[in-house]
């Protein structure tokens, strides 16, 4: 099969952004070229790489196929330019992806661990959504990712080889209040009264729902304030500006001002929080990482 490192490289990022403009943006090329590199090895492979719909491209049977070869030939590329430029080896290095609340309460002290422990270890971290980590880990851009999941708690996919998951703790949601407003005494709410309180959430995306307003209420939410980062949610709460869902694992994150109640008269909403990893071989830099992992996991969940 006559295939081009750059095709290899197209069909990499491809897979991993999901969409060929984010493909073609992350690589600095235009559309049109991604295009032509996909149709090309399309052509070279003899069969289709990638299905279309309407949010973006879909990898194959045949395209996972080619993709879990493609990611050993660009390692064996990569690991071969540093050797021939004179660069150490990167033995010590792993890339950590992960859900943006598990960053402040679950990623930081684990690294913060790992530096005390094995400072030679060096992690590079990622946030993102589920499916953007999925693939980064199907591409190799990623060796571990956190991951959180609501009942029933499938796969992550459907790929094969499967990927490795393993459950660290389970939580309930929580609602997080102002400490002087209309529930400043209670311990918990129902459904009914938080319905109509001006919510903050997540801005909408197509790889992830709106994130903030408690799932399943009656009626059309008020959003009245977005925002991705959970830390300024979490102060616009304090400020009294509207309420917002929480894990109570963000407890140690809370600021001043603010109150986690929960939500009675309904069916508790549960979140798992998982360590995924490919099916790749492990890496002594890896493991450590994984088992720092668990260990503030397992402190979060005493």
Known sequence: ?????????????????????????????????????????????????????????????????????????????????????????????????FFPSAGAVLVAPALATLRREHPHIRVSTREGATPSLVRALRTGTLDVALLSSRPPHRSPDTDEPPLHVEPLFETCLAVAVPASGRFAERDSVTAEEIAGEPWIASPARREEPLLGVWPGLPGRPRVRHTARDWLTKLHLVAAGAGITTVSPALLPAVPPGVRLVTVEGVAEELRRVSLVRSSSPDTAAANALVRTLRQEAANLAD
């Open 1 to 97: 099969m006559d295939v081009t490192l750059v095709g290899l490289r197209v069909l990499r990022e491809v897979a991993e952004r999901g969409t060929i403009t984010a493909a073609a943006e992350a690589l600095g090329y235009t559309q049109s070229a991604v295009s032509r590199q996909v149709a090309a090895l399309e052509q070279a492979a003899g069969a289709r790489l990638f299905d279309r719909h309407p949010n973006g491209v879909r990898l194959t049977t045949a395209g996972r196929a080619l993709l879990r070869h493609a990611v050993v030939a660009l390692e064996a590329l990569d690991a071969a330019d540093r050797e021939l430029r004179g660069v150490a080896a990167e033995d010590g290095r792993v890339r950590l992806g």
